[in-house]
């Protein structure tokens, strides 16, 4: 995320007195740059026919088309307010980076708001001969620091410092985000996902072309000037989310325990390491291979005439040159023969999670486990909750994350629960057996099936209501399941679930020896 | 006239309508020129009172098949005793949570989530709260539970229990995160500790609770003539009407009313601070003093200063982060509350090492705006930010709702949100930097550090050489103690 300063609206009182019940939702929202939409998504008509005319109607406001290039656009006519949201969603995130080089997708979404080679900069010609200079001067210090000549790093990072201010001396420093929001933007910001990137925000409806100009230009002609500076600022981020936050070294760890080969199994934000030795020149390959318009899906959604968005985006977007389509990343993850387990000592109250192995989105039984979620966890009647909160009282909250740390491939569908005072996690790992044998036992009620499908129908609605949570709704699908009405059509495959359906995937899944369990505990001295 | 003639005369006039102000070429974004945008549009929406005191807003819109509502209650937890911290907070979440004299608990919960609807309640610091969320087919049901909740709940001791539990975890955890330290002892340091608007919950605070008390201050604080309910979405205004005439016109309040009396408000203390978290690698960092209130005279330029000082271009996201990296997260707001002096605040998060320069590159920046005028490119800059984006306050029906609700609820003019965008229109340079000089304090500034102190260096000493730097002490007191 290319940072959240907060607006001058955006100030949140801290001063509440309830239980601050942390969400590993909201942690990893922070630190994975959880989508959003999805789970919006999962939260709430009781019958399939009532909602239809609703979904028709959505379905008749959006059109979509194909430019020359291959980037793809979908539009969608909302005219309640006259104001418009957009998104770029662009197929490829930390699942595509290779060993050694991660956290590249991610710093390349910072310094993809660093402007072009007209905005930003005083003088790009000038600029660009000192950037290659500290680029080289920086090739050489890497080189000098692995051979322990001290003198020779001494020398070169003095030049290093010169060279890094003289760049500085060109900069018109945010200059893209400053027209943004001088122009009325609300919401710019980006993130970076496992699975994808997303640049995203919203303008007053009459500056449509504002987006198609500025946003066309920066990925037509980006310039990653504040290379170094960026980079200590991504060093800051990962401390904050990973190195001082327990839970945030807790996630990282799980997924290194929970695959073994698997690219899911590496940070977004990058390892340190990585992130040291990174150059302008790896972000510039990733670029040359993840941004072809093929693998962009731009979004429209508001106050807008469908036709006129196409013949902007035909004016503007049209300009980029077609590319080869990039890799697909190797997943050649072992299958799991031996539950796996572990445990962190750092000073938090504790922590337990458990995880299981489930296949990627493509697969036919991809909305049975989003099923099993809600019954699990979803609300105060689902059955973890129901068991573990409220009956025994072992856990202060309980949560989950299904499509972990994202669904492109196969991946984690994830529990986890907070112990309440005097209790351990090993007594929620014994209540969450006990639970999910039971689902793997006995069929769910009709009542208990009923319910989990009209909160499907209800959450769908709800997000129909906001531009820019559609805006990342029909974006995900596009990307990823290269048809946007596959979020309705996930809904009529939920109506086809039984509850044998439910059944067998709860058999499947929850093997012992499919099973990851992490357990966070504080220093012996603070029990 | 010739066919054909008359078919070159229509190409002619289509060409003529794709024509003008069309690019057909991209441009610069400073080359574009815009359509002006259409009117914003204020739904029509329903205010009118029952017998009882209930004020009611009604706002139709129909877009989808869902309807929404909110009722507000004049209450909040600094009415609480302070032997009691935590009533308030309590009394919210266990009108919910304990289902009601007519539906337990269990059973309340499965009618609502089997029709995917919602009900919850909470009373923070300045108000309390309840809300419901329909489908359109399930209105009227919710609403009969929306009201059930609200006027006859049944604070079962079993859940008060488990809520008290609840609570008792989230004090032990309340040191586990950082940020959390943080924004909680900042706040005691500018407010004081045992202001209502900083204290927190202690185990000792919260034994002292009896369902008695829960029930007293349900009594106080949950009553007709001190609650507006405000409903937004897929209804009929005559059909909801009678639903909440039948609902609520019989409602009338029971026990003793709320001492509602404010808390007087200081800033308790001044200087530098700091908490111990060895295991830390990075400072997290608050500094400011006691704000001040939406109803100033100077709001407006201090909306302003926010522009400048804060977003994507602001100084400090300029300065401390792009130009220095020293932080992912840096800002420093005047943030005003609508009844009660809020916080100056700015801070951030640093690596140790880099703690001294940051606070002082933070407190350059806050300075400057004291000493010299914002220039006219920023000032354009942050009127344009705050007047172009005005049509945000417009998104949705449910914005305008919650907003009118708002502004009845501590008694502000229902133009309120207009009245601010004539201000910030009229904003001047030389207003800004009045503003900043009448509201920015220097000598009042708290600084609170919680870090490493081993790795902090320059040590915090530095920032003020005949100031000593005062440790602050986190342990949580042990229930008992």
């Known amino acids: 995320m290319t940072g959240k300063p907060q607006t001058a609206r955006g100030y949140v009182a801290v001063q509440r007195l309830r239980p601050a019940l942390v969400g590993l939702m909201a942690i990893v929202g922070l630190w994975l740059w959880w989508p959003i939409a999805p789970a919006a998504a999962r939260e709430p008509l009781h019958s399939a026919q009532a909602i239809q005319p609703y979904l028709d109607r959505v379905a008749d406001a959006v059109t979509e088309f194909t430019l020359d290039n291959g980037m793809a656009f979908i539009v969608m006519e909302r005219h309640q307010a006259p104001v418009v949201s957009f998104m770029i969603h662009a197929n490829v995130g930390a699942v595509d980076e290779t060993d050694g080089k991660t956290g590249v997708a991610h710093y390349l979404e910072h310094l993809a708001f660093k402007g072009t080679s007209r905005i930003g900069t005083r003088d790009f010609a000038a600029e660009q001969a000192v950037l290659d200079q500290l680029d080289a001067v920086f090739t050489n210090l890497l080189a000098a620091q692995a051979a322990g000549d001290t003198a020779q790093v001494t020398q070169l990072e003095s030049e290093f410092e010169t060279l890094r201010q003289q760049a500085a001396s060109f900069i018109e420093q945010n200059q893209y985000g400053q027209i943004v929001q001088q122009a009325g933007g609300v919401g710019l910001n980006a993130t970076t996902s496992a699975d994808e990137t997303r640049y995203f925000y919203s303008l007053p409806a009459n500056k449509l072309e504002l987006w198609m100009s500025l946003e066309s230009d920066r990925f037509l002609d980006p310039v990653f000037r504040e290379f170094y500076e960026e980079k200590d600022v991504i060093l800051e981020e990962r401390r904050m989310r990973v190195d001082n936050s327990p839970i945030g070294t807790m996630i990282e760890r799980f997924l290194e325990e929970a695959f073994v080969s698997h690219p899911y199994r590496r940070p977004v934000i990058g390892y340190q390491d990585d992130l040291f030795v990174a150059t302008r020149d790896d972000i510039q390959t990733f670029y040359d291979t993840y941004y072809g318009p093929g693998n962009l899906t731009a979004v429209v959604v508001g106050d807008v005439n469908p036709a006129e968005v196409k013949r902007l985006a035909e004016v503007y977007f049209g300009r980029y040159p077609s590319r080869a389509a990039p890799p697909e990343p190797t997943i050649d993850e072992p299958a799991q023969t031996t539950p796996r387990q572990f445990t962190l000592t750092l000073p938090s109250e504790p922590w337990y999670l458990e995880g299981y192995h489930r296949p990627s989105l493509g697969h036919p039984d991809h909305v049975i486990y989003g099923m099993i979620e809600s019954l699990l966890v979803g609300g105060r009647t689902s059955r973890i909750y129901k068991t573990v909160v409220d009956d025994a009282q072992v856990a202060l909250n309980i949560g989950s994350l299904n499509g972990f740390p994202g669904d492109r491939y196969d ?95 709860a058999q499947t899944l929850f093997q012992p020896t499919n099973r990851t369990v992490g357990k966070l505990l504080p220093p012996p001295s603070a029990q | 006239m010739p066919i054909l003639a008359l078919v070159g005369l229509l190409g002619v006039l289509l060409l003529a309508w794709q024509a003008p102000a069309n690019a057909q070429t991209p441009r610069f974004y400073d080359e574009l020129e815009f359509p002006p945008l259409r009117d914003i549009e204020i739904p029509a929406y329903e205010r009118y009172t029952l017998p009882n005191g209930l004020v009611v807003y009604l706002l139709e819109d129909h877009e989808l098949p869902l309807v929404s509502g909110s009722a507000t209650f004049r209450t909040g937890s600094r009415f609480e005793p302070a032997d009691k911290v935590g009533l308030a907070s309590l009394t919210g979440d266990a009108m919910r949570a304990g289902g009601t004299t007519r539906l337990d608990a269990d059973a309340l919960n499965q009618q609502l989530e089997q029709r995917a609807a919602s009900i919850e309640t909470s009373i923070d610091l300045s108000e309390g709260t309840a809300s419901f969320r329909s489908l359109t087919e399930d209105t009227e049901a919710v609403f009969g539970l929306f009201a059930d909740v609200i006027q006859r709940p049944a604070f079962a001791n079993d859940r008060i229990d488990l809520l008290k539990r609840q609570y008792s975890g989230s004090i032990a955890r309340r040191n586990d995160n950082p940020d959390g330290i943080t924004s909680r002892e900042f706040r005691k340091l500018v407010y004081g500790a045992d202001s209502p608007y900083a204290r927190t919950t202690e185990y000792a605070t919260l034994a002292a609770i009896s369902r008695a008390d829960i029930q007293q201050f349900y009594q106080a604080s949950i009553r007709p003539e001190q609650t507006i309910l405000g409903i937004v979405g897929d209804f009929d205004s005559a059909q909801m009407k009678q639903w909440i005439a039948a609902s609520f016109g019989d409602w009338q309040p029971s026990g003793v009313e709320l001492n509602a009396t404010m808390p007087q408000v200081n800033q308790a203390r001044a200087g530098i601070f700091t908490v111990a978290q060895p295991q830390l690698t990075q400072s997290y960092i608050q500094l400011g003093h006691l704000g001040g209130q939406l109803d100033y005279p100077d709001h407006a330029a201090l909306a302003v200063m926010n522009e400048v000082l804060n977003g994507f ?32 605040v700015g801070g951030g998060q640093t690596r140790s090492e880099a703690t001294v320069p940051f606070i002082r590159s933070t407190l350059a920046e806050i300075n400057r705006m004291r000493t010299t005028p914002v220039t006219a490119d920023e000032l354009a800059q942050a009127q344009d930010a705050v007047l172009n984006s005005f049509v945000f306050n417009f998104q949705s029906p449910g914005q305008t709702l919650a907003r009118l609700m708002r502004y009845e609820y501590y008694d502000y003019p229902q133009d309120f949100v207009f009245q601010f965008q004539d201000q910030v229109r009229q904003t001047t340079a030389s207003d800004v930097l009045a503003a900043a000089q009448a509201r920015l304090a220097p000598d009042q500034i708290v600084v609170l550090v919680v870090g490493n102190p081993e790795a902090i260096q320059p040590s915090l000493d530095s920032l003020a050489p005949n100031t000593a730097v005062t440790p602050i002490d986190i342990t949580i007191p042990q229930p008992g103690a």
């Open chain 1, 411 to 505: 991946n984690i569908f994830l529990l986890y629960g907070l112990t309440a005072p005097g209790n351990s996690p090993d007594e929620i790992g014994a209540l969450f057996a006990q639970e999910l044998q039971k689902l793997q036992q006995e069929p769910i009620s009709a009542q208990e099936l009923d319910r989990v499908k009209t909160q499907a129908r209800a959450g769908l609605l709800q997000s129909l209501a906001s531009n820019s949570g559609m805006a990342s709704l029909l974006a995900e699908y596009q990307a990823k399941t290269g048809d946007w009405r596959n979020i309705f059509d996930n809904l009529t495959a939920i109506e086809a679930v039984s509850a044998a359906d439910i059944q067998r995937v």
């Open chain 2, 313 to 344: 271009s602001g100084r400090l996201f300029n300065e401390v982060r792009s130009r220095q990296g020293l932080a992912y997260s840096v800002y420093a707001f005047w943030s005003p509350r609508y009844d009660h002096p809020g916080l100056f």
